[in-house]
């Protein structure tokens, strides 16, 4: 079957950095995607890789090891706005998108 | 302004009703979606389509019906064989590569 993992919940602190990981096992790849996700809002796109290493974009970071089945999302200086749901979703050999069930980040001050 | 419009974001309907969500983007995207998000899971895809006049099931389309008579409109009908069609419900629609999803605001249908 196919399946992401990642975390449920994480805890982190205004200025600091966190790291949200995702592990997946699919047919076929064809890409990761990450998303933001605030409550009762829908997704909004942060970051898509399907080569492996480290893509950044700003504060936020994503990184790929397509050998391991496994992601990162790497958040920096992080501010109150930045609590959310963080979606992994990987696009699958017919270009379907396999979800994960998210993990809510929550910034404490 | 390009966007998925999603219409209305509160839903409320009686248990054996049929309910229609509608779906309309003007970013001339071919392909569109329908998920349906339950609390602490991830999103799940009922239906899609990539073309106009086609559609295909997705993951869990039993209770759930589509058209796509227009490229911009893809609206879902929950039926009352759905047992459990309280939900999240999201529309997207994607032009190609690299396949980035653009999703509504989302219609939230209580069924009592």
């Known amino acids: 079957g196919q399946n992401i993992d990642q975390p449920t919940e994480m805890t982190a602190t205004e200025g600091a950095i966190v790291q949200i990981n995702c592990t997946y096992q699919?047919?076929?790849?064809?890409?990761l995607f990450w998303y933001q996700q605030h409550a009762g809002e829908a997704p909004t796109f942060l970051s898509y890789n399907v080569l492996d290493g480290l893509e950044e974009k700003g504060r936020f970071s994503s990184f790929l090891s397509r050998s391991k089945g496994y992601s990162y999302l790497l958040l920096k200086e992080l501010q109150m706005k930045d609590s959310a749901s963080y979606l992994c979703?990987?696009?699958?050999?017919?270009?379907?998108?396999?979800w994960g069930a998210g993990t809510k980040l929550i910034i404490k001050p | 302004d390009g966007g998925i419009t999603q219409s209305p974001k509160y839903l409320f309907r009686k248990e054996g009703q049929n309910v229609t969500l509608s779906c309309e983007q003007n970013?001339?995207?071919?392909?569109m979606y329908w998920y349906r998000q339950d609390p602490g899971q991830g999103l799940r895809l009922i239906y899609y389509s990539q073309i106009v006049n086609d559609f295909q099931k997705g993951d869990i389309a039993e209770g759930y019906s589509v058209s796509r008579e227009k490229k911009e409109s893809f609206p879902l009908t929950v039926t009352s064989a759905q047992k459990n069609p309280t939900a999240f419900y999201l529309c997207?629609?994607?032009?190609?590569?690299?396949?980035?999803?653009?999703f509504g605001p989302g219609t939230r249908l209580t069924v009592t």
């Open positions: 699919t047919s076929g790849f064809n890409g």
């Open positions: 997207a629609s994607t032009a190609g590569e690299p396949y980035e999803q653009y």
């Open positions: 970013l001339n995207h071919d392909a």
């Open positions: 979703a990987v696009m699958d050999s017919n270009y379907q998108l396999i």
